[in-house]
């Protein structure tokens, strides 16, 4: 139980377009669900915690107009990359907890963004 | 500042030859301590979660363990199989529902 998938698993984009990642929980509903960054072997960042049918909260200088996070439905967040540079090149890694109150985070695969 | 430190940030054994991972935390108050084991371009994998001092817990060649200041992920007889990057989290009482996590140790098991 307790499976967390993203699409796309590695995208590579042009500098100044948009890029959408998708962080589906398979076997759960999930009210809230984590946004991470890793860059090469340092650990990871909370980005943004998204909340569902409801705007998500951005940790400090996270810039919540260029990484866009939507939360529709109990078991998909998004988080879309907008004009990206390739600054913005990392491993963008999503978490969910299967029951609300409870604090074990499932993390999907991770999707690997390449900016040219 | 709450703060999780990882020792050592790199571990090399040999097959067989069991060992201890470290993580030290300073927080403000601690709901709970999650253990998660990483390869390389992959998500983190859930391990263990423990909340007071004194737990235990045990998967397979790992065994968890927690105090008030630290906790050690004791691995047993490992196998290369258990080559990886072990990441420690912390979850605050007052923490908003986030992690805080240290960074990490780098695992490898030599055959």
């Known amino acids: 139980g307790a499976v967390v998938s993203q699409h796309p698993s590695w995208v590579i984009c042009k500098s100044g377009t948009s890029v959408k990642i998708e962080c589906r929980s398979l076997?759960?509903?999930?009210?809230?669900m984590f946004w991470y960054r890793q860059f090469p072997k340092q650990s990871l960042m909370l980005m943004a915690t998204?909340?569902?049918?409801?705007?998500?909260?951005?940790e400090q200088g996270v810039e919540k107009d260029k990484f866009l996070i939507n939360h529709a439905s109990l078991t998909l967040s998004t988080l879309t990359v907008t004009s990206a540079h390739p600054e913005d090149s990392s491993f963008y890694i999503c978490?969910?907890?299967?029951?609300?109150?409870?604090?074990?985070?499932?993390f999907g695969p991770g999707t690997r963004l390449t900016v040219l | 500042e709450d703060q999780v430190t990882q020792s050592p940030e790199a571990l090399r054994l040999q097959e067989g030859e069991s060992s201890s991972l470290n993580c030290s935390y300073t927080?403000?108050?601690?709901?709970?301590l999650f253990w998660y084991r990483q390869d390389p371009g992959k998500g983190p994998e859930f391990l263990f979660t423990?909340?007071?001092a004194g737990e235990e817990k045990e998967k397979e060649r790992l065994k968890a363990t927690l105090t008030k200041k630290e906790s050690f992920l004791h691995i047993t007889a490992p196998k290369p199989e258990d080559s990886a990057t072990y990441l420690c989290?912390?979850?605050?009482?007052?923490?908003?529902?986030?992690?805080?996590f240290g960074q990490g140790t780098r695992l490898t098991i030599n055959p």
């Open positions: 978490s969910a907890r299967d029951q609300v109150g409870a604090d074990t985070q499932y």
């Open positions: 076997d759960f509903q999930a009210t809230t």
């Open positions: 998204s909340n569902e049918g409801s705007k998500a909260t951005y």
């Open positions: 927080v403000s108050g601690l709901r709970g």
């Open positions: 423990l909340y007071s």
């Open positions: 989290a912390v979850a605050l009482i007052q923490g908003a529902q986030k992690l805080v």
